[in-house]
T-cell receptor, first 114, second 112 residues
Framework: KAGVTQTPRYLIKTRGQQVTLSCSPI?????VSWYQQTPGQGLQFLFE???????NKGNFPGRFSGRQFSNSRSEMNVSTLELGDSALYLC?????????????FGQGTRLTVV | KNEVEQSPQNLTAQEGEFITINCSYS?????LHWLQQHPGGGIVSLFM???GKKKHGRLIATINIQEKHSSLHITASHPRDSAVYIC??????????????FGKGTHLIIQP
């Protein structure tokens, strides 16, 4: 069974640009969650999608958005990039959701904003 | 104060030693997760607990719901166990961002 796949693995963008990251969950998993990891703040929850609907959202500005497609693949978008958006972005998939079900993480996309 | 606190932040030990990493949390939870992150970023889920104790190979995780505390133990530690170990909780339903809430991680180095 293939694991969680995130693309691209590395990305360099300029301040003010926008970026789209992709996450393909494990086959059969319907929940995809996104997290941001920075040296200063550690891992922080961005949002969770389940069956194409955003179910939960963390405390991030509206520049961070996402969506989920009917095949459960998810994308997250960051508009008007700021230097502070440089981070490792991780997605995790689970069968039902984060509630008492194991989360399987991808390798992450490392975004550098210059 | 962080809702999930881990200790120690850094731990260096010799191969073969028994390792304990602690996690305390201050919110109601439905589950606690222990995760492992190697250099390069990928995260592996080691355990998900809602009560009691779980064992997988040389790894043991325990949780005390009343005391809001969990421990991760590594027996017969090996250099390949060197990684960052992260405690995370799934909040009990009732509001807020219900994704995982993470501790800052414990950076473990096992020296040969």
């Amino acid at each position: 069974k293939a694991g969680v796949t995130q693309t691209p693995r590395y990305l360099i963008k300029t301040r003010g640009q926008q970026v789209t990251l992709s996450c393909s969950p494990i086959s059969g998993h319907r929940s995809v969650s996104w997290y941001q990891q920075t040296p200063g703040q550690g891992l922080q929850f961005l949002f969770e999608y389940f069956s194409e609907t955003q179910r939960n959202k963390g405390n991030f500005p509206g520049r961070f958005s996402g969506r989920q497609f009917s095949n459960s693949r998810s994308e997250m978008n960051v508009s008007t990039l700021e230097l502070g958006d440089s981070a490792l972005y991780l997605c995790a998939s689970s069968f039902i959701g984060q509630y008492n079900t194991e989360a399987f993480f991808g390798q992450g996309t490392r975004l550098t904003v210059v | 104060k962080n809702e999930v606190e881990q200790s120690p932040q850094n731990l260096t030990a010799q191969e073969g030693e028994f390792i304990t990493i602690n996690c305390s949390y201050s919110v109601g939870i439905s589950a606690l997760h222990w995760l492992q992150q190697h250099p390069g970023g990928g995260i592996v889920s080691l355990f998900m607990l809602s009560s009691g104790k779980k064992k997988h190979g040389r790894l043991i995780a325990t949780i005390n719901i009343q005391e809001k505390h969990s421990s991760l133990h590594i027996t017969a530690s090996h250099p390949r166990d060197s990684a960052v170990y992260i405690c995370a909780v799934t909040r009990a339903s009732g509001g807020g961002a219900d994704g995982l809430t993470f501790g800052k991680g414990t950076h473990l180095i096992i020296q040969p």
